[in-house]
């Protein structure tokens, strides 16, 4: 049986866990408040970049992703643009986007994801 590995914990959280060679990702969001969702997605993917190569995986091995939109009518398209970008062909993850009230006003975007380990 795996042990837990937890990186970058507070009291509140972990940045990421690893178990089982999967890597769990918490919640990303925009340092960049009240930005386009544009300017938040490409922000909150680049942190997912960092922190999946800092794991030893990249985005080529997603296995699922959770998207919360504040206002998906708003957001949708503009989000789903710069993921489409991100996104390597044929290395797509589940994917649900849900609309969500989110911490901040000024919060357009959060992402979870979960990786495999190679």
């Known amino acids: 049986m795996s042990d837990i590995k937890r990186y970058d914990t507070t009291t509140r959280r972990s940045r990421y866990v690893v178990f089982n060679k999967v890597v769990y990702v918490g919640g990303q969001t925009a ?4 930005a386009p969702i544009e300017q938040q997605t490409e922000e909150i993917l680049a942190k ?5 190569a ?8 997603l296995l699922t992703t959770q998207i919360f939109l504040a206002d998906i009518a708003r957001d949708f398209a503009g989000m789903n643009k710069v993921w489409d970008a991100w996104t390597p062909p044929g290395a797509t993850s589940t994917r649900a986007t849900v609309q969500a009230p989110l911490a901040h006003p000024d919060i357009h975007v959060e992402m979870v994801v979960t990786a495999a380990l190679p």
């Open 48 to 52: 997912i970049d960092e922190l999946l």
């Open 31 to 34: 340092s960049t408040r009240a």
């Open 54 to 61: 800092d794991a030893g995986t990249s985005k080529e091995r």
